[in-house]
């Protein structure tokens, strides 16, 4: 009797938000605990590429499916080369996936990665908690079960405003991305402020050459590879804290055609002179409405944010070029006068639908006609 107990309370879990919201469910994956900015997704499918994309680095998904892990994990749907989200939050775990490409379940794939979730609370009512609430901290425990001492481990964490995690995430050095040995048309210089492998995936089999750069790379880095365009990627934090990335964005500007993505956009945005601000919520899924302002074509969108640009800040030589339907917020930019456009979502999709690949298309012909 005192076995099966003692084995029923390893099995607990307590996910606590720092509004001192709680909920109690079942330790899922590795045991142990976590902390990070709880936000949720609304995909019904793409949790291995959710898993693996940098933008989520410290933060705690919670998935809106109610039935998780149904087709496994497999070597192939990674966007990077490790997990980068804190903690995973799920109301049903399929622990016996079937799937012709799948080597192991969900649960065995997280544990194997030591990362820390929950499963059978109700997420439906965490998602409307946070959406009513605001993103905000929170810690999953299997060890610490105690909600007044995990809510003192939860008050010494920093909020994701003015936090630069780039720097944590981005690679050391440069390096070449050529895994179908090409010689392309085009050189990319790819700043990774936490780069998703689809993007250069996509760029590769338009023909490109890519190299890799850190983020903290210096112009006159970039100037020596001498690019035919500069990518921006996608990445986690706030994007006013990375000043390093802004400052050479800002150098480059004119000088080479610029394509950004997400934070990437962010970026570019803030190194042309506007201002960034945080949402309540964010925009996290794969079927987000996004209308293109030039054509009046409604896209929809993978989506994974939670800052955006203020579009009552952008310069005179900046348009406003995509918007997010949902709320209406910046999804898209071009200056007028140097060329340089970004997007806030995720034309490379992995996972979501792929509207919006032409976007990839729009670079290459930037490009062509600098």
Not at 230 to 254: E, Q, R, T
């Amino acid at each position: 009797m005192n076995k099966r107990n003692n084995s029923e309370r390893k099995s607990q879990a307590v996910l606590l938000l720092e509004d001192g919201k709680s909920f109690k469910g079942e330790s899922f994956g590795y045991n142990g605990e976590t902390i990070g900015e709880i936000c949720f997704n609304t995909g019904m499918i793409g949790y291995q590429e959710i898993l693996t994309d940098p933008s989520y680095f410290k933060q705690i998904v919670n998935m809106t499916m109610p039935h998780v892990g149904n087709y496994g994990v497999n070597e192939d749907d990674i966007e990077s080369n490790s997990i980068k989200v804190a903690g995973f939050v799920i109301k049903e775990e399929t622990e016996n996936p079937f799937n012709w490409r799948s080597n192991a379940s969900l649960g065995e794939y997280l544990k194997k990665h030591r990362i820390v979730g929950i499963k059978s609370i109700d997420t439906r009512a965490l998602t409307i908690h946070i959406r009513n609430n605001g993103a905000m901290n929170a810690i999953i425990s299997s060890k610490d079960l105690d909600i007044h001492s995990l809510n003192k481990k939860l008050s010494h964490h920093p909020s994701m405003m003015g936090l630069d995690l780039v720097k944590e995430i981005t690679i050391k050095k440069p390096y070449i991305w050529n895994k179908k040995n090409n010689s392309g048309t085009y050189k990319i210089a790819a700043i990774d402020f936490g780069i998703k492998f689809n993007i250069l995936r996509i760029l590769e089999d338009l023909g490109c050459n890519i190299s890799v750069f850190p983020a903290s790379t210096s112009i006159n880095d970039i100037l020596k590879y001498n690019p035919d365009g500069v990518f921006l990627s996608n990445g986690p934090g706030d994007p006013a804290a990375v000043d390093y990335g802004i400052s050479l964005v800002k150098n480059l500007l004119g000088l080479k055609p610029i394509f950004g993505i997400c934070l990437g956009h962010q970026i570019l945005a803030l190194a042309l002179g506007a201002k960034t601000f945080k949402l309540k919520f964010g925009h996290r899924g794969i079927n987000h409405p996004v209308k293109n302002l030039q054509n009046g074509n409604v896209e929809i969108t993978s989506q994974n944010h939670g800052f955006a640009v203020d579009l009552n800040s952008l310069p005179p030589n900046v348009i406003s070029t995509h918007i997010n339907l949902n709320d209406n917020t910046s999804a898209g930019i071009r200056c007028t006068d140097i060329p340089a456009f970004s997007v806030q979502y995720h034309p490379e999709s992995s996972p979501g639908p792929n509207d919006s690949l032409y976007l990839f298309e729009n670079f290459i012909d930037l490009m062509k006609n600098a």
